[in-house]
């Protein structure tokens, strides 16, 4: 059964930064394409970020692109989101997913809230 | 990145078939057959329920099709229940290895 676990969120001061984690199990992780997507509180979904299966190609959309950085260790099974210059606007639940190629989404974890505040 | 365009709600009696509109443009939608929809319960994470414009993973009911046609994609719903009450997101591949989401659709089963 495949399982991601996200973790790493919590309150942030603007300004600041935080690094999310995704901890995946029941498949081979090193095979797929990785991808992180957030909901804003009682918003919709929105992509993120995504990378392949060996880190060699990354994808970011405009809201985050040059704050945010994508990465993986396949020897951990793990995926990551670091995360500079925190706005409010970055508040929300972020999901890691396992991807189905690189434009689909076929597996999500619960999410790891990052509320960006003062 | 400008997210697709959605209806905000739809609705449909039990039995009954329902479709939900995705437009978008000929940057996205319009010239990749990556369109993807995910049905989200309250409180709960996103479920994929089509790839690839009309294609279901496995344990997804076949009430659930997809559709493009030029740069709108759609998802009907046949035979409505009352667990397809959900919200329902679209969401696209638009090159240069980035992908953008729908607004969203909630769906209500009267």
């Known amino acids: 059964e495949v399982q991601l676990v996200e973790s790493g969120g919590g309150l942030i001061q603007p300004g600041r930064s935080l690094r999310l984690s995704c901890a995946a199990s029941?498949?081979?992780?090193?095979?797929?394409?990785m991808h992180w997507v957030r909901q804003a509180p009682g918003k919709g979904l929105e992509w993120v970020s995504s990378?392949?299966?060996?880190?060699?190609?990354?994808g970011y959309a405009d809201s985050v692109k040059g704050r945010f950085t994508i990465s993986r260790d396949n020897a951990k099974n793990s995926l990551y989101l670091q995360m500079n210059s925190l706005r409010g606007e970055d508040t929300a639940l972020y999901y890691c997913?396992?991807?189905?190629?690189?434009?689909?989404?076929?597996?999500w974890g619960q999410g790891t809230l990052v509320t960006v505040s003062s | 990145q400008s997210a697709l365009t959605q209806p905000p709600s739809a609705s449909g009696s039990p039995g009954q078939s329902v479709t939900i509109s995705c437009t978008g443009t000929?940057?996205?939608?319009?010239?990749?057959?990556?369109v993807s929809w995910y049905q989200q319960h309250p409180g709960k994470a996103p479920k994929l329920m089509i790839y690839?414009?009309?294609k279901r993973p496995s344990g997804v009911p076949d009430r659930f099709s997809g559709s493009k046609s030029g740069n709108t994609a759609s998802l009907t719903v046949s035979g409505l229940q009352a667990e397809d009450e959900a919200d329902y997101y679209c969401?696209?591949?638009?090159?240069?290895?980035?992908?953008?989401f729908g607004g969203g659709t909630k769906l209500t089963v009267l």
């Open positions: 029941g498949f081979t992780f090193d095979n797929y394409a």
């Open positions: 690839e414009v009309n």
């Open positions: 990378i392949n299966w060996n880190g060699g190609t990354t």
């Open positions: 000929s940057s996205d939608v319009g010239s990749y057959n990556y």
């Open positions: 969401s696209s591949y638009a090159g240069s290895n980035t992908v953008v």
């Open positions: 997913a396992k991807g189905r190629g690189f434009q689909t989404f076929d597996c």
